[in-house]
């Protein structure tokens, strides 16, 4: 009888704890009929061996229309072979058979929040892990730019590891903020199955993430295969992006996915990404960096072999054909490409620009005014994305003509480029959702305005509430006319010389009236202001550059279109109706009582007496 109640005392094994949480996920994450197209799936792709079924990395491959010239199906493999393993992760690499693709497709298309409660945190350090290496000449190489008093931590060993990367027992990560413990996302999928607390346990490798680091040339071609797979719907293939992956578009991908990187790591002096950079970044730089993933490994939940005509009873149809999508982008500036987009929509939503955006305003193309930008924005009744680009300004900045009297209405400059020189041709942005307008004394712009930088470093600027100074359009009789984000408004007294210097914000953009020079400051000493400071770049610096384009892109379709020409027409009949004044009525009296009150007749031309 003792030997019975030991047995049922017994824990369950490993096998049947996956067996039973790949049951859940099956059953509570995906609709019927996904589950049968997940299964019909892997059966016509399975590669078979000694009574074991399972997917194979070419097969994958093929199967997800990886562009070969990326070389980054070793990369979602090693992914794949670790989010399989789930939830024990020390077990990984794991071969994946069905039970380790219902995991792998829960997790990558996020359907794992139905029955697990654990937010982007916990998918996001998942993902880390998965595409981490533990490389002790990494970590030892990192370690070495520390200070020199840091303290030393013990290693972690690691047994286990994915094939293909140059692994030895892991390193220090002192970095690292999150500190040995088990996956938040592992104990809660135990805990959906009450499982007995001896399983909640993990190797050391499992369960932290010191030593650990994406390896920088694998991280920047997952960013291109990211930013490839940005606009993808669930049932769109990544071969329709094929041209993408060639000649010129292909360089606008590669420059792009440096610029994303630079926001984790200065490649020159880092071999690879630490999870405490992974994790610091990522929130406010990139919200959006993985949701590609979704739509991508949702292609597992579509069969090609589902035929409704052929079901009994069934009336055959006509099959309609399918809907030509409009282009990503209607039009491409000289800023604005394909890449650009899908690095803007690394950080807002997809759903507000691709297909979505119309050029409203080229400086090369309407002029480089504020006249000419007023016309073209501003009956814009939708967000709006503002993009300035040029070079850096040399320093010693210039002493004459129209660079040296932009100098001179900035304060001196006290902080150094942000960049290194030999990159040296700058892109910043802005994301304004309210309607542009004059401003006389007081900003507008919302605490969902956004200022960013996307190149040659990509940054994130979100509004804070330390002060309204968000979105300034001043026009003379200001001190200092011109675009201002993250400033106090511009005065209109130049009493002194102190008072005719442009007010700088913390952390601001300026560009100023001829639409000719701009400068960028980032105070990060001061906490910022107007705009947070930077998450990745926690030092001061300022950009001067000189303007060789500013585009100002409308988010919307054709309703926001039809109310901008609206607008337009009104406001041309108004102005007509205000030349058409007619003052010959016959009514003598009343016409010089209308030219008195205007003060063009009368005793002393004085104005407004009808004595």
């Keep these: 009888m003792g030997q019975t109640l030991s047995e049922e005392a017994r824990p369950p094994s490993k096998e049947q704890i996956t067996a039973d949480l790949a049951e859940k996920f099956a059953r509570k994450c995906f609709e019927p009929l996904e589950l049968y197209s997940l299964k019909d799936n892997f059966k016509s792709l399975a590669d078979h061996e000694q009574n074991v079924r399972y997917l194979k ?5 093929r199967f997800l229309e990886l562009p070969d010239i990326l070389a980054v199906s070793p990369i979602i493999f090693h992914m794949l072979a670790y ?3 789930f939830p024990f992760l020390q077990d990984a690499p794991v071969i994946l058979g069905f039970e380790q693709m219902i995991m792998v497709v829960a997790i990558m298309t996020e359907r794992y929040t139905k029955i697990l ?3 982007a945190s ?4 998942l993902l880390f892990k998965s595409l981490a290496v533990y490389d002790r000449k990494l970590s030892e190489i990192e370690k070495q730019q520390r200070d020199a008093g840091t303290s030393h931590m013990p290693k972690t060993n690691s047994n286990r590891h994915a094939p293909g990367f140059a692994v ?8 690292d903020d999150d500190v040995a413990g088990d996956d938040e996302l592992v104990l809660a999928a135990l805990d959906s199955l009450d499982i007995n607390d001896a399983f909640k346990t993990g190797d050391s490798h499992a369960a932290t993430t010191h030593g650990a680091m994406i390896p920088a040339d694998n991280f920047r071609r997952l960013i291109m295969l990211l930013l490839l797979m940005s606009p993808l719907d669930a049932q769109e293939n990544l071969s329709s992006y094929a041209y993408r992956v060639a000649g010129s578009d292909l360089d606008d991908l590669r420059a792009t996915a440096e610029n994303v990187l630079s926001a984790f790591i200065d490649v020159e002096k880092s071999p ?3 999870y405490a950079q992974f994790n610091r970044v990522l929130p406010s730089n990139f919200p959006f960096l993985f949701n590609g993933f979704n739509p991508l490994f949702e292609h597992f939940l579509f069969s090609k072999n589902l035929d409704f005509s052929k079901r009994k009873g069934s009336i055959s149809k006509v099959v309609a054909q399918a809907v030509v999508q409009p282009p990503l982008l209607q039009e491409t500036g000289q800023i604005m490409n394909l890449s650009v987009l899908s690095q803007l929509s690394f950080f807002v939503s997809g759903n507000e620009l691709f297909r979505r955006l119309r050029l409203l305003y080229s400086g090369s193309e309407a ?6 930008f007023e016309t073209k924005v501003f009956n814009w009744r939708a967000p709006t994305i503002l993009l300035v680009s040029g070079p850096r300004l040399r320093d010693p900045p210039s002493s004459g003509g129209s660079e040296g009297a932009f100098n001179e209405s900035l304060p001196p400059k006290r902080f150094p480029d942000g960049s290194s020189p030999d990159r040296d041709r700058l892109v910043f942005g802005a994301l304004v959702r309210q309607p542009w307008r004059y401003t006389h004394k007081t900003c507008f712009g919302g605490e969902d305005t ?3 930088q996307l190149g040659p470093n990509h940054d994130v600027f979100p509004a804070s509430t330390l002060n309204h100074d968000y979105v300034a359009f001043a026009k003379a009789p200001a001190a200092n006319p011109g675009i201002y984000f993250g400033c106090p408004h511009p005065r209109t007294s130049q009493s002194s010389r102190h008072e005719s210097l442009r007010q700088i914000g913390p952390v601001s953009l300026v560009i100023d009236s001829s639409f000719e020079f701009g400068v960028f400051t980032h105070d990060y000493a001061s906490r910022g202001g107007a705009f947070a400071t930077s998450a990745s770049r926690k030092y001061n610096f300022q950009e001067r550059f000189r303007v060789d384009e500013i585009e100002v892109w409308g988010c919307g379709g054709d309703e926001e279109s039809r109310i901008q020409r609206e607008r337009w027409n009104w406001e041309a009949r108004e102005a007509e109706a205000r030349r058409r004044i007619n003052l010959g009525t016959g009514d003598i009296a009343a016409d010089r009582a209308l030219l008195e009150m205007a003060g063009l007749v009368g005793a002393n031309r004085s104005g407004g007496s009808m004595a």
Excluded: N, P, V
Excluded at 57 to 61: H, K, L, N, V, Y
Excluded at 122 to 125: E, G, L, M, T
Excluded at 168 to 175: F, K, N, Q, S, V
């Design 450 to 452: 956004l200022l960013f």
């Design 83 to 85: 989010i399989g393993a």
């Design 122 to 125: 916990s998918r996001r350090k």
């Design 117 to 119: 409660a654990k937010g």
């Design 168 to 175: 030895d027992e892991a390193g220090d990560d002192l970095d």
């Design 367 to 372: 002029g480089f005014s504020m006249g000419s």
């Design 272 to 274: 690879g990404i630490t």
């Design 57 to 61: 990395e070419d097969t994958i491959a």
